[in-house]
């Protein structure tokens, strides 16, 4: 079985620095992939960022970055730039490339910026 | 944008009751999802639902729960006699390839 770790439960960065959330997997799978979704007050879950594990480029979108280490089953996020905006619970997680499984979530990192 | 819809955004109940929590995923999709999240927990899978059947369920998906897709659009999870363990956030996602698209949930407060 798969599990995931989010190491820091809750981080706090002053606007338009940088902060970086940690993720650790454990898996024996060679090939899925791994997420991270943002949790605003609202509850909501939405999307921040998805990697393949077969690519060895980091996934980019805007100002939020991974740094996917495969053999150290490492996957952290960074968001440069911090916004009010970014306040919320971050989820990592897991999902074996056999569309239909389920996702195996982290505990989560609240994560605060301050203005 | 396509979007998943969940509804009631907020349901009360009282212990013993049986509950409906209705989704409507997005309308390419084939797979669709529950979780929950108690609060203050990290999100649980409870179940996925592939071609009209359930294609794996995890051991809070006992035999209180189930789940149905009535007609093409909507996709409904149903408790049998909630519990007051049951009270959480219920989330519904689609997926087609890989990433799974979320609901906005629905509170579920069993009294």
């Known amino acids: 079985a798969q599990t995931v770790t989010q190491s820091q439960p809750e981080m706090s960065v002053q606007e338009a620095e940088t902060v970086t959330l940690s993720c650790t997997y454990d898996?024996?799978?060679?090939?899925?992939?791994l997420f991270w979704y943002k949790q605003p007050p609202s509850r909501q879950m939405i999307l921040v960022i998805r990697?393949?594990?077969?690519?060895?480029q980091n996934a980019t979108e805007n100002r939020f970055s991974v740094n996917f280490q495969k053999a150290a089953k490492s996957f952290s996020l960074k968001i440069s730039d911090s916004q009010l905006g970014d306040t919320a619970m971050y989820f990592c997680?897991?999902?074996?490339?056999?569309?239909?499984?389920?996702?195996?979530f982290g505990p989560g990192t609240r994560l605060s910026v301050l203005p | 944008e396509p979007e998943v819809t969940q509804t009631p955004s907020h349901q009360v109940t009282q212990m013993g009751q049986e509950v409906i929590l209705r989704c409507v995923p997005i309308?390419?999709?084939?797979?669709f999802y529950w979780y929950r999240q108690i609060l203050g927990q990290k999100v649980e899978f409870l179940v996925s639902?592939?071609?009209?059947?359930?294609?794996?369920k995890s051991e809070i998906f006992d035999d209180q729960f189930s789940v149905e897709r009535p007609d093409g659009s909507n996709f409904t999870l149903k408790i049998r006699s909630t519990k007051l363990e049951d009270s959480a956030m219920y989330f519904c996602?689609?997926?087609?390839?890989?990433?799974?698209?979320f609901g906005p949930g629905t509170r579920l407060t069993v009294l």
């Open positions: 996602a689609s997926s087609t390839r890989g990433t799974q698209y």
């Open positions: 997680a897991f999902m074996k490339v056999d569309y239909g499984q389920n996702f195996v």
């Open positions: 639902f592939y071609n009209n059947e359930i294609s794996e």
């Open positions: 309308s390419n999709h084939l797979y």
């Open positions: 898996t024996s799978e060679n090939n899925y992939y």
């Open positions: 990697q393949e594990a077969y690519k060895q």
